[in-house]
């Protein structure tokens, strides 16, 4: 089974165009002020115009209110939602809401952090399992920060789910290899400066791996 990939924190056309042309699955655009990833609605707006079809493209947020998600669904012509800090209650609502498969992030430190994900059966489409970011962090993720892949081993996964957190060219692959991930999500590890993607490190990323 191929490996999919996302590129996450797009926020530029050329940046964009080489994650589609060397073969992401998915590109993601943040809608969260605090990110230096965040995109206004005029901006995703463009870069969505940009996106073939096979492309599918997500909006990230960190627990929205109803009027941020419809403006980013509709502005950047979003095919699903990524939620972030949101309670399983919430994110069942949204997906309600919005009609498009929605991708709940579990924060993890520790072998028990993994259960949370079992709470969103039923409520989310995907779980995304992502690095815990310190106590009193600005940002839930996008920070470069990976936890013991290790963890994964073994887990009972209750829904389809995708690895992030850290991962980078260098250490995509073997972060595949252990965790047995068939679908890999990538933000910091492909910039050269935080909000500021790299065109030739999303090409490494890419190809290593598809590659595989």
């Not at 609605?41 to 073939?52: K, S």
């Not at 419809?70 to 979003?78: K, Y």
């Not at 259960?115 to 310190?134: C, M, Q």
């Amino acid at each position: 089974m191929p490996v999919l990939a996302k590129i996450c924190g797009l926020s530029t056309p050329d940046t964009l165009d080489a994650a589609i042309r060397h073969g992401a699955a998915q590109v993601g655009f943040v809608f969260f002020a605090p990110s230096p990833r965040h995109l206004q609605f005029e901006q995703a707006a463009g870069l969505a115009a940009r996106v073939p079809d096979h492309v599918e493209k997500l909006g990230v947020f960190v627990d929205p209110d109803d009027a941020l998600v419809d403006a980013a669904v509709a502005a950047g012509r979003l095919d699903a939602v990524q939620l972030h800090k949101t309670p399983p209650a919430r994110v069942a609502a949204i997906r309600a809401r919005i009609r498009r498969p929605v991708w709940a992030a579990v924060a993890v430190k520790t072998a028990a952090d993994l259960t949370a994900g079992a709470a969103f059966a039923g409520a989310a489409d995907r779980i995304l399992y992502d690095a815990k970011t310190p106590e009193g962090a600005a940002l839930p993720g996008g920070m470069g920060l990976r936890f013991d892949w290790r963890l994964l081993q073994g887990h009972r996964h209750l829904l389809p789910w995708s690895l992030s957190g850290g991962l980078d060219p260098i250490n995509v692959a073997e972060a595949i290899d252990v965790t047995g991930a068939t679908s890999v999500d990538v933000s910091s590890g492909v910039e050269s400066a935080p909000g500021l993607k790299d065109v030739d490190k999303i090409a490494a990323f890419l190809k290593a791996v598809t590659s595989l």
